[in-house]
């Protein structure tokens, strides 16, 4: 599992190690620098102490074994008349000024001159002022190296502290009840939590919203349920009781259908609990005309035995991208509707059209339309327009959550329903994608 704060730690004292390695080579160049001028300046010096006169004679020369400065002296004939360590790999000839030579065993840094009548050359290994350099880095580098777990230990606080607000609101959530849905608050939080903390609120303010609407609709749902429950245990009772098979066929009728219309009511629910938002995969490419023929295929019979005259007035080819069963569900709840409160003798036209690039269904009927005052809230779930809608079927039963069905489903499609009157007077919805 990742931590943030392993990766802060890890991060962070890798980066000082770097930043101490680099400060390290950096005080190495410098000291270098400096020592290089520093013993330059000394095999100047020594060159020019030494004796000016001509030497008469080989002087007598020895090695000592030391790693420090060698020294040849040539007369003017170009005879070495001196050779400190002979052992020593330079080069027989001198080069005058300053100049590095690569040997067998390293590099050197030599000196030419020439002093009187003789030429000098002095000659040093380059690794003397190397480990100088690398002891001046050290010994400069040695407490912050020693400050190096306290550095650690540092961080390590530092980072502690600074996610301490993480924990408080770990805390804060794990310690609250379930159905505790109130904002956290965000005083004393650092800028870098304040978002987290304001999306962790806007999702319980989301929550909260969706559990009062889960709510309200378990309770609506009982409370409508209870009606037709309560009446299908009293037809059964009027059943258990009839004396003579006329009243007993009377009941059963009655039996039968307040079993239907509790169907149904189930049937609604189901189909709006499936309509809520997220509950399909909008993904396929649907021909309305198509479906709308099939939609109205489905209510022909239906509407002919209820006197009504059901078709399709006028149809254009267009293609949504959706949920063909939710759209199914949706078509077939407004024509139903319309087919069940038009009366007898009365029409539904159902028409399709394409404007602005953009598909309309339209569902016209000659039934007694919605109050424009009632508009609005026919779309609530169980609100049904009551007797001053001047109904003409007022004797329909209903569940009052066909167009909360519509209504939801048009909202997942990106679609709008209106209602408005059609021009024969009765009701006319306007689906637009």
């Not at 959550?401 to 006319?428: C, F, K, M, N, Y």
Request: proline share 5%.
């Amino acid at each position: 599992m990742r931590s943030i704060r392993r990766q802060l730690l890890v991060w962070l004292l890798a980066l000082v190690l770097l930043g101490v390695g680099i400060a390290g080579w950096l005080i190495y160049r410098q000291a270098l620098a400096e020592a290089n001028e520093l013993f330059d300046y000394q095999l100047e010096q020594i060159a020019a102490a030494l004796p000016s006169e001509p030497f008469s004679q080989v002087l007598g020369s020895r090695d000592t074994g030391d790693e420090g400065i060698v020294l040849q002296i040539w007369n003017r004939n170009g005879v070495l008349m001196y050779y400190s360590r002979p052992r020593a790999p330079l080069a027989p000839r001198a080069e005058l000024g300053f100049s590095t030579e690569r040997t067998e065993r390293g590099e050197w840094r030599v000196y030419g001159a020439i002093v009187g009548d003789n030429v000098v050359q002095l000659a040093q290994p380059l690794s003397v002022r190397n480990r100088l350099a690398a002891n001046v880095a050290l010994r400069t580098l040695w407490p912050l190296i020693v400050l190096l777990p306290l550095l650690g230990l540092a961080v390590w606080v530092i980072v502690g502290r600074g996610l301490r607000p993480l924990r408080r609101v770990t805390t804060a959530l794990d310690a609250r009840h379930p159905e505790a849905l109130d904002p956290l608050p965000e005083r004393r939080l650092p800028l870098e939590v304040q978002p987290l903390v304001r999306a962790l609120n806007g999702l319980l303010q989301r929550l909260a919203t969706a559990l009062d609407i889960q709510k309200a609709f378990v309770a609506d749902a009982a409370h409508e349920l209870r009606t037709p429950l309560a009446a299908v245990q009293i037809q059964a009772q009027l059943v258990a009781r009839a004396k003579d098979d006329t009243a007993r066929n009377e009941a059963l009728a009655d039996l039968q259908a307040g079993v239907t219309r509790a169907t149904r009511l189930a049937e609604q629910l189901l189909a709006l609990a499936r309509s809520e938002p997220d509950g399909v995969a909008v993904t396929d490419a649907i021909d309305l005309c198509a479906l709308l023929q099939e939609c109205v295929a489905t209510y022909a019979p239906l509407a002919l035995n209820r006197g009504v005259d059901l078709g399709v007035e006028a149809s254009e080819a267009a293609t949504v991208i959706g949920d063909v069963d939710a759209l199914r569900v949706m078509f077939n709840n407004l024509v139903d509707n319309a087919t069940k409160y038009t009366p007898q003798g009365g029409r539904v036209d159902v028409s399709l059209r394409v404007e602005d690039g953009h598909p309309v269904v339209r569902i016209a009927d000659t039934g007694p339309g919605i109050d424009p005052a009632d508009r609005d809230r026919v779309f609530d779930r169980f609100y049904r327009a009551g007797a001053g809608a001047n109904r003409a079927r007022a004797d329909v039963a209903g569940t009052g959550l066909g167009l909360a069905i519509v209504r939801r489903i048009a909202t997942q499609h990106h679609a709008s329903v209106s209602l408005d009157e059609s021009p024969a007077g009765g009701l006319l919805v306007t689906v637009r994608f």
